[in-house]
């Protein structure tokens, strides 16, 4: 494990005072504890502001809700005493001047002396006249094989057999949730179901939703589209079907990489934000969208930090997809930002992120207009592909009205006239051909019988599409698309 290699290596050094960045409290005591009995012959004292030190008979309660005293114990053993000190949640008490002068004097003597302090927290907010003392430390949540070990703890004690894929699935479900929290949603899943099968991510992937609702950047989505409720875009189905099983331990063992992300351009209501939906959807993966709107704080470095903690929720939940909708109003060239630079940190902190990352968050970026994206994103590295969502052609047009009228009558569909539709369609996008459907009905409905072919020819007709509204920018795009620098969604030609 790579946290005990770093922490001995520390303590064999001497490092005076260590920080342990963590929200596994007892799971993190109880590695430093084994550590210390198998690699060091050290006293542990613990303390924590409510009960003062405990484990020690002739030291219990001492520094009860007295934090400046429960230093006071590292002057009071003899200096040839080896010993370390477990300090709990001592990170708040940092910004007091007492409590800081003391901590500057004890490390002097830590320097000379077998003893170090273990600072344990989950904020690793330290002061800046102390970060030259003290060591940060961080504390991973439990890792493939830690969490392949509970599942097969609680299987052989339950005495069932999963498939492989299933325990897979679960093992992935379960990752970026500490190992406490897995045995309570494990046995709030034992509890319903009586046993652990593919019902159990469903579950899994809701605890996983409660962390989310703790930040107000990221959103939680319960996406249930397919990427069969996609009309055409073949192409791009196809590259996503082939990446399909790339998260799990078979790829990693494969020595495949596992995938960054896409950028999605094209012209709205071409389907780019259900294809994010329908890729969560498909890979059984929990879906994070981020508001950039409240990712850009008033305050002075508030931007910076709402992007640090996107990046660290995240990172907690991987592997997840992180969906990005309009990325080009987020970071637009075009507008004049009086924002002292916050826009340009953001995007660099941003872009370094996206080329340098190595947990399984695997980004879905979309975007409308093409001439407001920075190059830094749109470079090659940032993202595994960049594919262009065309209007759909008049094949892929009656495969879009089928989808969409099996959807509203399931029963009837095959009577509709498709070819017809499909022909009157031109220039439509999808989001465009299923809002004739729905003015169809509306127009059927008011007139008390059931909507028919020659409603949707009607409501064809009086819509226009946006994409001759904006021609310029559909030629535009079509003319970046022609240029080779990105890869076509759809099989047909742009131009036919």
Sequence with gaps: MQFNNELTLLLKARYPIIFINTIEEDRVEY?????????????????????????????????????LQALELVERLTPETPALFLLKDFNRFLTDIAISRKVKNIGRLLKLQPKTIIILGSESKIPNELQDLITVL???????????????????????????????????????????????????????YKTIDHRSIKILLNEKKQIIKQTEILEYWSANEKITSIGGVENLKDWLKKRKRSFGIKAANYGLPTPRGLLLVGIQGTGKSLTAKAIATEWQLPLLKLDVGKLFGGIVGESESRLRQMIEVSETLAPCILWIDEIDKAFSINENNNDGGTTNRVLATFISWLSEKTKPVFVVATANNVDRLPLEIIRKGRFDEIFFLDLPQKQEREQIFKIHLQEFRPNNWETFDYKKLAQLSESFSGAEIKQTIIEA????????????????????NELIPLAQLESNQTKKLKNWASSGQIRLASHYSIYL
């Design 31 to 67: 590695v430093i504890r084994k550590n210390i009995k198998t690699n060091f012959n050290r006293s542990i004292y613990s303390w924590d502001f409510v009960d003062g030190y405990t484990n020690n008979p002739n030291n219990e309660g001492f520094a009860k809700k007295n934090p």
């Design 138 to 192: 961080q504390f991973q949540l439990p890792t493939k094989i830690e969490i392949s070990q509970e599942l097969n703890r609680l299987i052989q004690s339950l005495n069932i057999e999963i498939e492989a894929d299933l325990f897979e699935n679960l093992t992935q479900a379960c990752q970026g949730l500490s190992l406490e929290r897995i045995r309570r949603v494990l046995s709030k899943i034992i509890a319903t």
């Design 441 to 460: 009905m509306y127009h059927a409905f008011y007139e008390e019988r059931d909507f028919t072919t020659d409603d949707i020819c009607s409501a064809l």
